[in-house]
């Protein structure tokens, strides 16, 4: 990947959508360079026409506290609807020096950013689109195999198999009604009433019903319910799962725990999406997910991590607009 001395400027450009900033601080910590969090806020009534009109005049490079204060980057990743017209504004404002990446589709077309990466559900399409199963995120072989050769002590002594159980909570498209918190807390009662040792780990969406269910099923069972003191165990609970339960509301968190090559098994709360279908069905088909009905199914598969391939495609791109500016090449690592 690209070393982190070459002095290049590197924006990340969202709104401070959470999934947005991680997939593009994701893809920054692959290439690894140190990147610049700008964040946008335009209001309306020019939020109205975005992506497809003009930023917000109010957020002009000229403008106090402004994101786009100069000087401009030599390497812009954005994300999200409305980080769409300042990406252009960008490039076009740079003279087309800044080489620029949009994750997801941008919904204007391939020819919005020199590199465009979109998840395999989306339409878009183009010689400069890299489309793929999961998105980018941060969990990382390496960090994997971290937490496997220096186990969480809060977790090393449960016992196997050990079931990571992430929980997402309501969404757009989702919604944990009473009947699926009955559910849900059934199933999991039931997984460690077998014997399966559960680490479990909630979210800020996760509705405080479900949240007391999952506390009261660690307590009845000596599981582990990360309380949110001392350092996150996300990353350890996934190196030391024999399996994974997780909910199906978050396509990065199914994204992540791919990355492990455990069986992942989804429990689907009330709602849906089109999208999530054609995701969860390309996920069943590698044998990488399945439904989860109170006990443990599937067999390890070849650990799916988008994430390297997406910033090796980024640097081949980044490199050849750098050499027909006439610019130095990149160092690599």
Excluded: C
């Amino acid at each position: 990947m690209l070393r982190d001395d070459t002095g290049l400027i590197t924006w990340v450009l969202t709104d401070g959508k959470a999934g947005d900033e991680l997939q593009a601080l994701s893809v920054v910590e692959a290439l690894g360079v140190r990147p610049e969090i700008r964040r946008i806020r335009p209001r309306a009534p020019f939020t109205w026409a975005m992506p497809w009109g003009p930023i917000d005049p109010r957020e002009r490079p000229s403008a106090k506290d402004s994101p786009l204060s100069l000087p401009y980057p030599d390497l812009l990743i954005a994300s999200g609807r409305r980080a769409v017209p300042y990406l252009r504004f960008v490039k076009r404002a740079s003279g087309g020096r800044a080489y620029t990446v949009f994750l997801k589709d941008p919904r204007t077309g391939p020819k919005t950013a020199d590199f465009i990466w979109s998840p395999e559900y989306d339409r878009v399409r183009g010689p400069n689109v890299l489309t793929t199963l999961t998105p980018p995120h941060r969990v990382s072989a390496e960090r994997i195999a971290a937490a496997k050769s220096q186990p969480d002590q809060r977790l090393a002594a449960l016992p196997h198999p050990r079931v990571a159980v992430l929980i997402g909570g309501d969404s757009r498209h989702h919604r944990f009604t009473e009947q699926d918190i009955a559910r849900l807390g059934k199933d999991l009662a039931t997984l460690a009433e077998s014997g399966a040792g559960l680490m479990i780990t909630a979210s800020r969406r996760t509705p405080e019903t479900l949240r007391q269910a999952l506390i009261d099923i660690a307590g009845r069972h000596s599981a582990f319910f990360w309380d949110g003191t001392g350092e996150n165990p996300y990353v350890p609970m996934l190196g030391l799962a024999d399996f994974i339960v997780a909910t199906a509301d978050s396509f990065n968190m199914i994204g992540e725990a791919a990355a492990t090559g455990k069986p992942i098994l989804v429990f689907e709360p009330s709602g849906g999406h089109p999208k999530l279908d054609v995701y969860m069905d390309r996920l069943k088909g590698h044998g990488i997910v399945h439904p989860f009905e109170g006990r443990l199914v599937g067999q390890a598969y070849e650990p799916l991590n988008s994430t390297p391939k997406i910033a090796a495609a980024i640097v081949r791109g980044f490199s050849l607009h750098r050499r027909s500016l006439g610019l130095p090449d990149l160092n690599f690592v």
